[in-house]
């Protein structure tokens, strides 16, 4: 038996009113003032970042929104037998190819008979977007019994009228400090007044690939393109970077060549991404002979770029999984891989699926990278297949941004916000899984 | 066996510390105590005893406001130290738990050293303002749980790679290091060794001169050996509560007898 | 096609010959598994490995070879006159073939020997892709079936089985190394012939970088230093603002989602703050630019400091923001994880809440906080468009944040979207920056191991 | 693989009116329309000179003239034959916010302004002015703040060239104090580092917000975004000319440059569509005085120079230079 | 007091399990086990005794490989189990750890539901391939374990939600689930209350027909009740083995005598 034979117990245990002594009270309400301070430090940090994303949120929609809305203009068209098949073959090939512009030009010569000089009927027809003998041809092409009629249809507006009826191009300054010039004003306001001008809600937005034409211009090619994308890059980031995660913080024995692949993962993390670009174009383009601008190789590019952040966020989460419940499911005859499969990667899945959000979230609205590999493009048509041309949201937000035109601004805006909408969509599901997965013991 | 008690009988009448009246507890719509009347005398050794289950630990969490931090977690009824009330707006949670320690079922030692493990309390309390101080208070609880001895060489050392005894006397010297006035023990000794066990026995009996100590046990050996009275529990109510004593030579309830004699009797 | 069905054939092999493996190796020991050598999951495992693995590789081998090893039998079979050109004559000559073999219009008038070898290349094509499903098909059920045959109690199953996912899992952490050989490989032959052109020493220790170098031969220079310097520190600069924004917000936020707020709360915060990580770095660069600059400089203006429009301090505010998610989200969820009786032991001695989470919580969750921050000055080192746009590309060495500087990151992506040239030291000094942030950065991540692993401490 | 689809590379300055064209092109639904990207001049005939095959592309477009040291890497890599069209001209302008006073600058100016070193009392000194009055008293007084692309940049190439050289000329006591040819060369080309020159990236929507945001300041950028910001811009005349469509066109005003599309003549034929796409480039509806590249802010040539585009883009007459 | 021991004396001759020869054990350079040797009977209960710190758990662990675990743990010296070398070739540590199944000293249920625990084994091992069958396995252990009565109707709750000797024999039932030929137990009843200790004890009792059976204990009781070879440890040393009633009535070595009288004499 240990003796503890010490006289000088009660040296070290005080009077045993010490914590109701004035000193300790005193104390007592400092420590619960900086326990207030450190709540409200937490409120805060909350506060300042929400308030960051409703500024930033605020200022995106508030420049958006008007996108989703497109000026239009009715008329009044003549589909002319003589001019559009003058065969009366009504073969496709011949209806694509004829002069609607013309037919147009035509229609807006009745409605403003004042104009007849060159240069007025010219600047009248910029009322209209150059895709409207388009949308004329797509009319006829889908019923070819509208040759011979005449009917009252809403054409696309051009973006400077758009801008004007949006009130972006502001009236009331000199005429050659704005895009639309009193003909087009004038003109505006008379089919405004004979209600042959709105806006309505803008499909094209939606349905549309890019163009150089911001009422033409859509996301749709981006958006297909993004998902091809971050398609490959998730099939390939998650599991590799799971597995690998999973390889060094369960498997692998603590060597130099360990602690070598550890720092070297986190060293990527710190590689400018446009570096993976220049990878992408040296091993996967011009070794391997992929196909430039397309998703597989950005996803490729994109995987090895968030590779990194899950395999640090995945190792992190398994870190904090206890070895007791390691050595639980050992005891019973549970293989390594079965302990990790069964219990380990469960627990530790919030964290994981946290790491996968960010990454992912990283590679949504990445372009630096996908600029060395083509995928920073003019791309008309909606890809097909992994490997046609395609561009991203991030890159379509870029180049939008980048062009002259007026109504590209608000047009980027609203990019923006559907990137973002599927940024929330992509949480939206990990917090459920989240949720499914976490429990505190 | 028979209950090999080696603890005073029949105590005078003491000052009451703690009180319970009707304490109710309830984890969401389940319910662990079934309003529990009980008085804790000051200066006194008082064990909990019963089944597994049977709400010990979570009556003994009632005492210090630890069932706070568990979610779903209800108390009713009325608890009181020194006469206020414990759920009551004057008592402050940080206070009373200083004034009412713990030590756990399993052993918990912080993440830190051996040192800044024994340290922490203190340190939080400003009980110490020097070096010498700190480092004073921390020999002497060590020396206290019967640590000291093993750990003085390494100090500096993280307390998780003890044993799980080390552990468990580590997590004692922690709790006696603030010197509260009461000590609540959830089966302390349950990962202890015999020779340990013994220590904290003593060390508990010596403690009370001072202190109230609650302790839960599922060892009646220890029960009756440190206690002076002795509560047993079934099933979230408190059957009885009684001089260690009489309860184990002459227990009142039948549940209480069956529960003590068991197969040891 | 065919290819597509040969992976479904072998997924079902897989299957299939799980489960005859598991109930072999059951039924070899009459049910009682303590007899067998490993569990019997593991003998699924075996069977369905051998079905699937060596078809799965010669599906891969083929996918990879096909079009490489039909254009040269097509190539071989065509006349001479065709394919005895250079090698620019071939590339041609296989554009024609494709675009044949895939029904284009080339518009104009193809030689029939190339039509012919275009359909050639489509019958070869089809004949392999046939050849490939029946082959692997057959190997898929004979791996099957051997596998099968081998089960006995004996047999390591579990050894043979980890074997193979281990090599997969470290096949998985290899391709870390080899993105870092992909990506030294792709800079150090430019950088290379950088620090021909540029004295290394100037490079690393120049106090001055302005690479206005002439593209031009029939243009005239201007000064050409390339002192990396001012970038690493206006990278340091940056760095440093955005994490003194990044981690205290963050990991308030993660202690505050974590400890304080409700369950419900909690899951309605997280991921929206994770969507400041997704928002594209143009939109911070235009509120960093249009927003945050003026603003900062009005303050300056107001309080009489000299504020430079393009200042760090904008360019720094806005990116720790944006890296705020890599710091609260990680964090989150490692102080989620620390144990609760950890935190009881704390409040036992009458510690408040928050002395609880300085004092234990904390240092619990360390290895992975660290891990979040590390993370997180790794995405502010990388980001480039922010800085880009908000503060400038001008090269000054400072440590006022209210000056403009620009970062290493920054500088590559301009020198590289930019006008460029081949052998112009101006283009190759993107590789040799490159290089040289990579080999910074390893070291600073080595020193980091060095001290995370010094002060790890385990707990349970 | 086989390509059916044409690829364009290089310039963000041709970017926009190579890609208006491209989607014309597709609109006539005989072709695919074609992928144009946007690497910039120097990263665009690095990749165009990359070799020939579907894996290369086949147009390159250029904000500047080709080089001789590009053309021979063409060569070495088998690009031997390229068709060069000059497409039209890009004005450089220096505008300011509408809220700021408007002023005018000769081009000696703005050297004195954003220059290096400058002659003070028969010496090159370090620039010293602040404020755009020390220059010349009649200009306003702000501080010198000129927003503009940075050296990597096409734009800063020309802008080096036109206005900084040209400006360089115009000040006398330069050749006076520096003979050497080289040595006023670089003098007249370096722009000075201290924060009075900002390198704003390449985004030139960027500088106009940022001119709206900062009146005093002056920013550098290509015509097209002056034309679409005319409500909000007001651009300065340099040596007296106005930044106009026509006075651009006819080559008066002085900062102005050539845009060109190179075209590689062995993929003609073997990539669908290359001849009608630059048959549609160098039409009259598209890079004329009112078409539709005019409307995307492209100055369009002269007739003479023009038709000669035109004749180029029918033989497709390989560049010697 | 003395050791009140129920359990047989001077058993026959028996078939031995595990044999551990010269087993020695380092953490990193610190050396735990200093050269053991020591038989384990079959169908046989050896308790393992000595104070904290001995390396009874540390030589538990290494009669199934669960040392294999610990990033520096090395093991030197032979252990065999039915003559097969452990740490040799043929022997698969995961099935090893299948025939030798472990409780710990902490209770660590997974955080599952309580059935999902017990039937977590069984399944992994392919025991039972139908819903009946496993829920019959699942009801068999945790009534051998005494826990059936207490969680029958909250089988989908989860296992961490159970109080500290509930969780605890939960870890047995699970361990049982798998049915192994040995069991070892790291101080198995340290969380349990009597009844529940004397129902685990019974069950070892039971389990001895049929299985082998290792058991770290602090208490000499339980030791002296439930086992019928006693082996002693003190600091790193295997100090003596014997019959149980032979250690406790007439221990040879001075450093047992002293442990196992120390105040209980
Ligand atoms: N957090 C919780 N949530 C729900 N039920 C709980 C919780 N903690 C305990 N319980 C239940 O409350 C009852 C009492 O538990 P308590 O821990 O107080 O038992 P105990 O007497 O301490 O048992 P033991 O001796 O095994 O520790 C038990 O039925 C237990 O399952
Ligand atoms: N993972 C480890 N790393 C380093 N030392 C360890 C480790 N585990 C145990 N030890 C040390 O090895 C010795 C034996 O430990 P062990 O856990 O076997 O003791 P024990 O006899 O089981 O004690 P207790 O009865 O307290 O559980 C102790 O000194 C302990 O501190
Ligand atoms: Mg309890
Ligand atoms: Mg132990
Ligand atoms: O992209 P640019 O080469 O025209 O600057």
Same mark, same amino acid.
């Given at each position: ?13 005080? !009077? ?227 597995? &690998? ?6 498997? &692998? ?20 991404? #446009? ?18 601008? &397309? ?38 005859? !549970? ?61 379509? #937000? ?15 805006? &609203? ?27 | ?208 001169? %001072? ?7 599922? %060892? ?46 | ?40 999951? =593991? =003998? ?76 050639? =290349? ?63 490989? *792709? ?63 963050? /990991? ?89 009786? /950890?935190?009881?032991? *704390? ?107 010094? =002060? ?5 | ?35 144009? @990207? ?154 000075? @580092? ?94 004329? @005085? ?32």
């Amino acid at each position: 038996m240990t003796e503890l034979a010490d006289p000088d117990v009660r040296a070290v245990s005080p !009077a045993r009113s010490r914590y109701q002594s004035d000193e300790f009270v005193a104390r007592l309400r400092r420590r619960y003032a900086a326990e207030q301070r450190f709540k409200y430090a937490g409120m805060a940090a909350i506060g300042l970042a929400s308030l960051m994303l409703v500024v930033l949120l605020g200022s995106i929609i508030s420049q958006g929104y008007t996108a989703f809305q497109q000026t239009s203009i009715a008329l009044d068209i003549t589909f002319d037998a003589a001019e559009i098949d003058p065969q009366g073959t009504r073969n496709p090939e011949v209806l694509a190819q004829a002069n609607y512009a013309k037919l147009i030009r035509d229609s807006l010569g009745t409605v403003f008979p004042e104009a007849t000089s060159r240069a007025d009927r010219r600047t009248l027809s910029d009322l209209l977007s150059s895709g409207a003998p388009f949308e004329l041809a797509m009319m006829v092409r889908d019923d070819p019994s509208l040759v011979g009629t005449t009917k009252r249809v809403w054409l696309t507006a051009s973006d400077d009228v758009d801008q004007f009826m949006k009130g972006f191009i502001p009236r009331n300054v000199a005429e050659t400090e704005r895009r639309v010039n009193d003909v087009q004003v004038a003109a505006i306001d008379r089919l405004a007044s004979k209600d042959s001008i709105e806006k309505s809600f803008n499909t094209t937005l939606f349905t549309a690939g890019d163009s150089r034409e911001p009422e033409l211009a859509g996301i749709w090619g981006a958006i297909v393109g993004s998902f091809m994308t971050l398609a490959i890059t998730m099939a390939l980031a998650v599991p590799i970077g799971v597995s &690998a995660a999973i390889y060094l913080e369960e498997f &692998a024995p603590k060597r130099w060549w360990t602690d070598l692949i550890e720092v070297n993962i986190n060293n990527l993390a710190a590689v400018p991404s #446009i570096v993976f670009g220049l990878l992408g174009l040296a091993v996967f383009l011009n070794f391997f002979g992929m196909p430039r601008s &397309a998703p597989v190789v950005g996803g490729v590019v994109l995987a090895l770029m968030t590779l990194p952040i899950i395999i640090i966020a995945t190792r992190a989460a398994l870190k904090a999984v206890p070895p007791s419940i390691r050595e639980a499911a050992l005891g019973i005859g !549970a293989s390594p891989l079965q302990t990790v499969l069964h219990h380990v990667l469960p627990l530790a899945m919030p964290g994981i699926l946290t790491g996968t959000i960010i990454g992912m979230a990283h590679a949504l609205g990445e372009t630096a990278p996908l600029l060395m590999i083509g995928m920073v493009a003019f791309i008309v048509d909606i890809p097909g297949g992994f490997t046609d041309s395609a561009t991203v949201l991030p890159v379509q #937000i870029y180049m939008w941004a980048d062009s002259p035109e007026r109504a590209f601004t608000e047009r980027t805006s &609203a990019a923006i916000m559907i990137l973002l909408g599927f940024l929330v969509l992509m949480n939206g599901l990990a917090v459920f899984l989240r949720k499914k997965f976490e429990r505190r013991w | 066996m028979g209950a090999t008690m080696n603890a005073p009988s029949a105590l005078p009448a003491v000052p009451v510390k703690m009180q319970a009246r009707d304490v109710k507890v309830f984890y969401g719509a389940k319910q662990a105590l079934k309003g529990i009347n009980l008085d804790i005398q000051e200066n006194r050794v008082m064990a909990l005893i019963g089944p597994s289950g049977c709400g010990k630990s979570t009556f003994l969490r009632c005492l210090n406001r630890m069932n706070d931090t568990i979610e779903n977690c209800r108390v009713e009824g009325r608890l009181t130290i020194d006469g206020d009330d414990i759920y009551g707006r004057d008592i402050d949670p940080v206070q009373l738990r200083a004034r009412v320690g713990m030590v756990f079922q399993k052993p918990n030692p912080f993440p830190k050293s051996i040192y800044d493990n024994i340290a922490y309390g203190p340190r939080i309390h400003g009980m110490a303002s020097h070096r010498d101080e700190m480092d004073e208070v921390v020999q002497k609880s060590l020396q206290r749980a019967g640590l000291w001895n093993e750990v003085k060489d390494r100090l500096r050392e993280p307390g998780t790679g003890l044993s799980g005894g080390q552990q468990q006397r580590l997590c004692i010297a922690r709790a006696i290091a603030v010197s509260p006035d009461v000590i609540l023990m959830d089966e302390p000794c349950s990962a202890l060794d015999p020779i340990a066990t013994a220590h904290i026995e003593e060390l508990i009996d010596e403690l009370r001169e %001072n202190y109230t100590i609650v302790i839960v046990t599922h %060892n009646m050996q220890q029960a009756a050996r440190v206690s002076q009275k002795t509560a047993f529990f079934h099933l979230g109510d408190m059957v009885e509560c009684d001089d260690t004593e009489e309860i184990f030579t002459n227990p009142r309830d039948e549940r209480t007898q069956g529960y003590i004699t068991g197969r040891y009797g | 096609m065919q290819l597509t069905v040969l992976l479904v054939v072998l997924a079902v092999l897989a299957v299939v010959g799980y489960h005859l493996g598991r109930s072999r190796a059951a039924n070899a020991v009459g049910g009682r598994i303590v007899q067998l050598h490993s569990v019997p999951a =593991y =003998y699924g495992a075996y069977v369905a490995l051998w079905a699937g693995l060596p078809a799965f590789l010669l599906f891969v081998a083929w996918g990879v070879s096909e079009g490489w090893l039909v254009m040269q039998m097509v190539l071989a079979g065509l006349p001479d006159r065709l394919t005895s050109v250079d090698a620019q004559g071939i590339a041609l000559l296989k554009a024609d073939l494709l675009n044949l073999a895939h029904g284009l219009n080339t518009g104009r008038q193809p030689d029939p020997a190339v039509v012919a070898g275009a359909e050639h =290349y489509n019958a070869l094509r089809q004949l392999g892709d046939w050849a490939v499903l029946g082959f692997g098909s057959a190997l898929a059920v004979a791996g099957l079936w051997y596998a099968r045959e081998r089960i006995s109690p004996r047999m390591r199953a579990r050894n043979q089985v980890e074997r193979v996912i281990n090599i997969v899992l470290i096949g998985c952490s290899l391709v870390a190394i080899l993105t870092t050989v992909g990506i030294v490989l *792709s800079l150090v032959f430019e950088a290379a012939r950088f620090f021909m052109a540029v004295n290394p020493l100037e490079f690393l220790f120049g106090l001055h970088w302005s690479p206005q170098m002439a593209i031009r031969a029939d243009q005239v220079g201007s000064s050409g230093s390339f002192g990396a310097v001012p970038l690493f520190a206006g990278t340091l600069l940056i760095t440093v603002i955005a994490m003194l924004v990044a981690v205290p917000v963050g /990991l308030m936020a993660a202690i505050f989602m974590s400890e304080y707020a409700t369950p419900r709360m909690r899951t309605a915060l997280k991921p929206i703050l994770e969507v400041l990580a997704g928002i594209p770095t143009v939109v911070y660069g235009f509120f960093a630019a249009l927003t945050m600059a003026p603003f900062v400089r009005r303050i300056g203006d107001a309080v009489g400091l000299d504020v430079s429009s393009e200042s760090a301090l904008a360019a720094g505010v806005v990116m720790g923001v944006m890296i705020i998610p890599f710091v609260s989200s990680l964090s989150d969820d490692v102080i989620n994880a620390v144990p609760q009786s /950890l935190r009881d032991g *704390s409040y036992g001695l009458g510690a408040t809440k928050s002395e609880t989470i300085k004092l234990v919580v904390m240092p619990a969750a360390l290895p992975g906080i660290v891990a979040a921050v590390m993370l997180a000055v790794s995405r502010a080192i990388g980001e480039t468009m922010i800085v880009t746009m908000a503060a400038g590309l001008s090269a000054n060495l400072t440590a006022n944040p209210l000056e403009a500087v620009t970062t290493v990151t920054t500088q590559i992506a301009t020198l590289l979207v930019g006008d460029q040239e081949f052998d112009s030291p101006k283009t190759l000094s993107a590789f040799g920056l490159g290089l040289v942030l990579f080999i910074v950065t390893l070291t600073l991540n080595m020193i980091a191991l060095r001290v995370v692993q010094k =002060y790890r401490e385990k707990y349970d | 693989q086989s390509r059916d689809q044409i690829r364009a590379v290089g310039s963000s300055t041709v970017f926009p009116f190579t890609t208006a064209v491209a989607e014309a092109f597709g609109k006539t639904g005989k072709f695919k329309t074609p992928v144009v @990207e946007s690497t910039g001049t120097g990263g665009g005939l690095k990749l165009f000179c990359g070799g020939v095959g579907p894996q290369h592309p086949d147009i390159a477009n250029a904000s500047r003239r080709i080089k001789k040291s590009e053309v021979d890497q063409c060569a070495a890599n088998g690009v031997a034959e390229i068709t060069e069209l000059k497409i039209g001209f890009d004005g450089i302008v220096m505008a300011s916010s509408k809220a700021a006073k408007h002023y005018d600058f000769t081009r000696a100016q703005v050297w004195k302004a954003l220059a290096k070193e400058v002659p003070v009392n028969g010496k090159m000194v370090a620039n010293p002015y602040k404020k755009w009055s020390d220059v010349d008293p009649s200009l306003p007084n702000y501080d010198i703040e000129v927003l503009g692309p940075p050296p990597t940049s096409g734009t800063r190439d020309a802008f080096n060239e036109l206005m900084m050289e040209g400006g360089c000329h115009q000040v006398k006591e330069v050749a006076a104090i520096l003979t050497d040819e080289k040595a006023r060369s670089k003098a007249c080309l370096s722009i000075r @580092e201290d924060g009075a020159y900002v390198e704003a990236g390449e985004n030139d929507n960027l500088i106009v917000q940022k001119l709206g945001a900062n009146p005093e300041a002056f920013g550098v950028f290509g015509y097209s975004f002056l034309d679409q910001n005319k409500d909000k811009l007001q651009a300065a005349k340099v040596d007296t000319v106005v930044p106009s469509y026509e006075l651009i066109s006819s080559g008066k005003y002085p900062v102005s440059r050539s845009l060109y599309v190179y075209v590689k003549n062995a993929h003609v034929g073997v990539i669908p569509g290359i001849r009608e796409l630059i048959g549609e480039y160098t039409s009259e509806r598209a890079m004329g @005085e009112e078409g539709y590249l005019a409307d995307k802010g492209l100055i369009a040539l002269p007739k003479a120079d023009r038709d000669a585009a035109r004749v180029s883009a029918v033989n497709l007459s390989p560049l010697k230079l």
